[in-house]
C-alpha cells in the first residue's frame, strides 16, 4: 500500500530536497509551507502543496483532521532571526518558539495518534547543531536545543507503541539561511570541518529519508550529527 508522509518547509532547501527524495521513493507527498513560489516540482496527483502557517498552532489539529492518514512525518521547517540576546523582541521570540518547537510538538501529538492507530510511523525532526554546541541567535539554539529533547521524549512515550522518532542535526548546510551568519563565522565553521565546505542539502536529506524509511527500528530516540567534524569557534 502507498505511503503519505508529510513535510513541514518542503518547498526549499533541506525541505524541498527531502520532497524530491520521497516522490522518488514512490511516497504521496503532503508539503506544508506559506510559500511556495520557490517549490521547482512538477505538479501530480502525488504530491499535495498545503498553505499554512505554523506559527498559527492553535489551528494544526484541524488541519491534521483534514489531511487523511499519515505514515511519516517530518518537522523540517524552522527559522532563524540572527539577532542579539539583549535586543531580541518579543513578537520574533513568540514566533520562532512557536515555528521551531511549539509547532513541531502540535504536530507529533496529532500525527501520532492515527500512527498509534495503526501501529506504526516514523517522525524525523530537524534540529541544528545549534541546539548542542549553542548559537549567537540565542533564541534559535534554544528551540533546536528543545527539538532534541522533544525527540528523545517522544520515543520513550511512542517508541512502545511501534513509532520510531529520531532527529538530525546538521551544521551549516548551502540553503537560504547562510545569508544570515556573518562571513567571518562561515570561514571559522568553514576551517573547523574536515572537507572545508559546508553541507549539500541532498546529504542531509538521504539522511531524513533513511531515517523515515530504511533506518533499524531499534535506532529510536537517537539524534544524527551531520557537521563533518565542526566543533564550536
Known amino acids: 500500500m502507498k505511503k503519505t508522509v508529510l513535510i513541514t518547509g518542503g518547498n ?28 521547482d516540482v512538477e505538479l501530480t496527483q502525488q504530491i499535495r502543496m498545503v498553505a499554512f502557517d505554523l506559527s498559527n498552532t492553535s489551528d494544526i489539529p484541524l488541519l491534521i483532521s483534514q489531511l487523511g492518514e499519515i505514515d511519516v512525518l517530518v518537522n523540517n521547517a524552522g527559522i532563524m532571526n540572527s539577532l542579539p540576546q539583549d535586543a531580541y523582541p518579543s513578537d520574533k521570540i513568540e514566533e520562532i518558539i512557536k515555528v521551531n518547537l511549539e509547532a513541531p510538538i502540535i504536530l507529533i501529538n496529532e500525527v501520532s495518534k492515527g500512527m498509534i492507530k495503526n501501529k506504526g510511523g516514523r517522525i524525523v525532526n530537524v534540529a541544528s547543531l545549534a541546539g548542542e554546541i549553542g548559537h549567537p541567535d540565542v533564541w534559535y539554539g534554544a528551540t533546536k536545543a528543545g527539538i532534541i529533547n522533544a525527540t528523545k ?19 551549516p548546510v548551502e540553503t537560504d539561511m547562510l545569508a544570515t551568519i556573518p562571513e567571518e563565522r562561515k570561514n571559522a565553521i568553514k576551517s573547523s570541518v574536515y572537507l572545508n565546505r559546508f553541507a549539500t542539502t541532498n546529504e542531509i536529506a538521504e539522511t531524513i529519508v533513511w531515517l523515515a524509511t530504511k533506518s533499524p527500528e531499534y535506532i529510536n530516540g537517537t539524534c544524527i550529527d551531520i557537521n563533518n567534524g565542526a566543533f564550536p569557534r
Do not use: H, M, Q, W
Not at 153 to 171: D, E, F, H, R, T
Open 153 to 171: 521524549s517522544y520515543a520513550k512515550i511512542l517508541g512502545a507503541k511501534g513509532i520510531v522518532i529520531n532527529a538530525v542535526a546538521p551544521g
Open 12 to 39: 526549499k532547501g533541506i525541505g524541498l530536497e527531502t520532497t524530491k527524495l520521497f516522490l522518488k521513493e514512490g511516497y504521496d507527498v503532503i508539503v506544508l509551507a506559506r510559500d511556495f513560489s520557490t517549490c
